[in-house]
Each structure stands twice: as C-alpha cells, then as structure tokens.
C-alpha cells in the first residue's frame, strides 16, 4: 500500500524557518518524481515544487521567491522541504504527493494527509 | 502565466448530473486532471489524462478536453459526492515548468 506521511509543520514566527519531511513507503520512492502542494485555510491548492527521481530537475511556483527548496534521500525513501524566511501568507496545509509523468503533463496519483504549518507572532 | 478557471460552486440534485468545467487557453492541447477533496481530507485523483479513472473510481466520473475547456462530468449523483473539485495541468511552454490548479469548484447535492 502507497503511504506518504508527512512531519515536521508546526507554529513558527514570521522570518523563521521549518524543515519538512515526507516519509514514503509501499514504492520505489527512487523511480518516482515528488512534489509539494499547500493549501491555506479555506482556499484551493497552492502547488509548490516538484523534485525529478535523481533531484536532477527542481521548479519551484514564482510567489515563493527562492525561499523554499526542494530535497530528497532516496537511500531514506524521504522528501524534504526546507521553508526559509517564513510569511504570515505561508500559512497552510502542506502536501507531499507522488507525480506521475504522461506525454501532455502527468498527474499526482497519491497524497500524503498533510502537515499544518502556521506563521504568526 | 496560465491560468485555470472554474466555477466557485455547483448544485445538482441527487440522481442528476454534475458538469464541472475547467477553462484554460487552448487546454485541449494539455493533460488535464481532476481530484476530489472532502472536509478536513487529502485530495483524490478521480480522473486523470482528460478522460481515465484511476482503479477503485466509480464509472459514473468522467471527463472530456476539447478547445479552451475541460469538463468533469458526475453522472447520477450520491450524497457522499459533495466535496470539492479541482483540475490540474502542467505548464511547460514557459522557461520553468511548473504545475497549476485551478481554483476549485465546491459542489453541493441538494
């Protein structure tokens, strides 16, 4: 069975950083591209980076501004997101999600049950 | 930067049909997929490439992708339908690609 369970959220003050993690089990985690999707309370889905099978290929959505990045440890079957420099704005449920590719753009077929990461003084 | 649009919200009448539509410039030329997310849940892939169920999706999902909209259909509509519905692409014509939602359609069973 697929799992992907996420850690790491919690309450941080704005400039502050969290790292977080998604522990991936039931695939062969080194085959598979990764990605981060947030969700502010009370909004829609916010993607946020994507990571290739070899960390090769990293992208990022433009409103984070470099102050995120995108890791992996294949040989841990775990994907990282580091947040720096953390926003009032950066609010949200975070996500990691399994992608996989098709010829016109490929789908994200599981997701972990998130994390809650929350900024404020 | 591309751009995804959907209804705020939907209502149909247990036993009818949802439509929900997603428009985009020229998104028939794109992969489109679409995921379900109840209260307080994760979101689920319920149709993916346009048009295929992933395994355990009822048939009564499914979906079409033609010109500048895509559209979600839900035929005979059950109550544990309501949730929200999102579509998804890949926009990769730009110098770095990166994936877009659209904003979400809430879709209510009266």
């Known amino acids: 069975e697929v799992q992907l369970v996420e850690s790491g959220g919690g309450l941080v003050k704005p400039g502050g950083s969290l790292r977080l993690s998604c522990a991936a089990s039931?695939?062969?985690?080194?085959?598979?591209?990764m990605h981060w999707v947030r969700q502010a309370p009370g909004k829609g889905l916010e993607w946020v980076s994507y990571?290739?099978?070899?960390?090769?290929?990293?992208y990022y959505a433009d409103s984070l501004k470099g102050r995120f990045t995108i890791s992996r440890d294949n040989a841990k079957n775990s994907l990282y997101l580091q947040m720096n420099s953390l926003r009032v704005e950066d609010t949200a449920v975070y996500y990691c999600?399994?992608?996989?590719?098709?010829?016109?753009?490929?789908?994200?077929?599981?997701w972990g049950q998130g994390t809650l990461v929350a900024v404020s003084s | 930067s591309y751009v995804l649009t959907q209804p705020p919200s939907v209502s149909v009448a247990p036993g009818q049909t949802a439509r929900i539509t997603c428009g985009g410039n020229?998104?028939?030329?794109?992969?489109v997929h679409w995921y379900q997310q109840k209260p307080g849940q994760a979101p689920v892939l319920v149709v993916y490439?346009?048009?295929d169920r992933p395994s355990g999706i009822p048939e009564r999902f499914s979906g079409s992708n033609s010109g500048n909209t895509a559209t979600l259909t839900i035929n005979r509509i059950e109550a544990g339908d309501e949730a929200d519905y999102y579509c998804q692409v890949w926009e990769t014509t730009s110098d770095h690609p990166h994936v877009v939602f659209g904003g979400g359609t809430r879709l209510t069973v009266l």
């Open positions: 490439d346009d048009s």
């Open positions: 999600a399994r992608d996989v590719p098709m010829v016109r753009g490929g789908d994200l077929d599981f």
């Open positions: 020229d998104i028939g030329g794109k992969g």
């Open positions: 039931g695939f062969a985690f080194s085959t598979y591209a």
């Open positions: 990571i290739s099978t070899r960390s090769s290929y990293m």
